[in-house]
């Protein structure tokens, strides 16, 4: 049986009731103690098919009207609603008595205590995760991938799939394919100006739309990456995360979706190993070859790096501020971590060329350079950008043995880094503790998504309400009425 034992209990006793049965003799017509009968009508009890076979003919109705899911009447929704949610743990935990649901109950009573039940589970769901548990659920995904090497073999088949029968064949994936892409999906890409500050891309299920801004989202968010991950979440199957750690991973498995569509596999991987022949792998040009940002190649090339070219490398997205806003390793390449093992927001080292291309003059060509650190001599290769909120940095690294695969390796560039000791970088010299330690105040700037509460509903960080205004805008026929 697959009907839940509450309601097989509702519609007995409902029909029994019809019947002007009481238990003795229902249990009478159908071999079976009341107290049985009293322990299935109030869900506590699972009967068997036979002796339900036996109350279905003493109640003169099909088996079929015991088995069937629907409450059998709209006061009995409401009691097996309230006997459902006095059971969750939710419920349990507060450490309060339950409720006798019974016909005695008066109705605008059950209501509240239902409606109360219902308010008490929305809130739950819309709780917020603490800066803590985000990082460590970002935290565990990340670990998840290095795991993996970073590469994620289902979604590249699954890529590769959809940009060949959009008429992929190299170089730079298309508008027009993207907009095919999500043709070949029963979709619609509309461009709008007027997207919920909260969102990057709005779906509309029902109409088979996915709405995206009218340009680009500065910090390298461009359009056909935006209408990608809106499709991965169709094309991976998506549903409701139900926690923040299921949101995360379902992001990454969208951005790893976007990345493998505009870098595919079967076109990057040959791409990749032709440069390492020639000895000459760099970042740029791989940026160059498909059209993407700096950034994305990078990204991308950890994705591949490994599994087909046979590197270990790390990734670095450095603030002008010196901290860490994303990273990724498989090479034992040294990083922070705090207690709860994040590396986002941690202090980079002032050694790494991850800084040191800052200092640069030359911003336009990729910094090189060569740091000793406790773990080894890594090359890296790093690339300077800016955004409205500020500089960064983004970073390829590779153990020293890997670099002479990589257009750089030449470069005379050499810092040695002690880190993660304090005394390298991050424990003033004592002259300027001497000279300064008593004549100095700063004024720290706070980094609020540092701090800032997380909220854990089906969509964190959205606020449904202007998402579900604009649908009612956009939608087809309400556009039709005028």
């Known amino acids: 049986m697959t009907t839940e034992p509450l309601t097989i209990g509702r519609r007995i006793r409902h029909f029994r009731a019809e019947a002007g049965l009481t238990l003795d003799a229902l249990g009478d017509a159908a071999g079976a103690a009341p107290s049985q009968l009293s322990q299935i009508e109030n869900g506590r009890r699972e009967p068997r098919l036979s002796l339900l076979q036996r109350i279905a003919d003493a109640l003169g109705v099909p088996l079929t009207d015991l088995l069937t899911e629907d409450a059998p009447t709209p006061r009995d929704a409401l009691e097996i609603e309230l006997e459902r949610a006095q059971r969750r743990p939710l419920y349990a935990a507060l450490g309060l008595p339950s409720v006798k649901v019974s016909q005695k109950l008066p109705m ?13 589970a929305r809130r739950e769901s819309e709780s917020i995760a603490t800066p803590e548990q985000a990082r460590r659920a970002n935290t565990a ?3 998840g991938m290095q795991a993996r090497d ?13 940009v060949r029968r959009a008429g992929y064949e190299g170089g730079a994936l298309t508008h027009r394919m993207v907009t095919v892409m999500a043709e070949q999906l029963g979709f619609e890409l509309v461009h709008v100006g007027d997207l919920p500050p909260t969102t990057r891309t709005v779906t509309d299920l029902e109409h088979r739309r996915i709405y995206l801004p009218s340009s680009s989202i500065p910090g390298g968010h461009g359009l056909r990456s935006l209408a990608l991950q809106a499709i991965a979440h169709r094309v991976l199957g998506h549903e409701r ?14 951005n790893y979706f976007a990345a493998a569509c505009l870098m595919p596999r079967f076109v990057a991987g040959p791409w990749l190993e032709a440069r390492k022949h020639d000895r000459d792998l760099a970042i740029e040009d791989f940026r160059d070859a498909f059209g993407v940002t700096h950034e994305a190649a990078a990204r991308r090339f950890t994705n591949l790096a490994t599994v087909v070219l046979g590197i270990r490398c790390h990734f670095l997205r ?10 990724y390793e498989n090479d034992g390449f040294l990083l922070r971590a705090d207690v709860t093992g994040a590396i986002e927001g941690q202090p980079v080292c002032r050694w790494f060329g991850a800084r040191s291309a800052f200092t640069s003059h030359d911003r336009t060509t990729e910094w090189y350079q060569y740091t000793d650190t406790p773990a080894g001599t890594y090359w890296c290769s790093t690339q300077a950008g800016a955004t409205a909120s500020g500089d960064f940095t983004v970073t390829i690294g590779v153990p020293f043995a890997q670099s002479k695969w990589f257009r750089g390796r ?20 004592a002259a300027d503790t001497a000279r300064w330690g008593e004549a100095a105040w700063p004024s720290a700037r706070m980094r609020q ?26 939608a087809p026929e309400d556009a039709a009425q005028g």
């Open 150 to 162: 970073n590469h994620l073999a289902e979604i590249e088949e699954v890529a590769e799939e959809m």
């Open 141 to 143: 995904v990340r670990l």
């Open 449 to 474: 998504h540092v701090f800032g509460p997380l909220p854990t509903g089906a969509f964190p960080g959205v606020d449904q309400t202007d998402v579900y205004e604009f649908l009612t805008r956009h």
């Open 318 to 327: 450095v603030q002008e501020d010196g901290s860490l806003y994303r990273g």
């Open 410 to 429: 030449d470069t005379t560039t050499r810092r040695t880094s002690t880190c993660p000791d304090d005394a390298c970088c991050r424990r003033p010299a």
């Open 241 to 254: 995360p139900a926690t923040y750690e299921a949101f995360l991973g379902q992001r990454n498995e969208i």
């Open 108 to 120: 605008p009573v059950l209501e509240s205590l239902v409606g109360l039940h219902g308010e008490l």
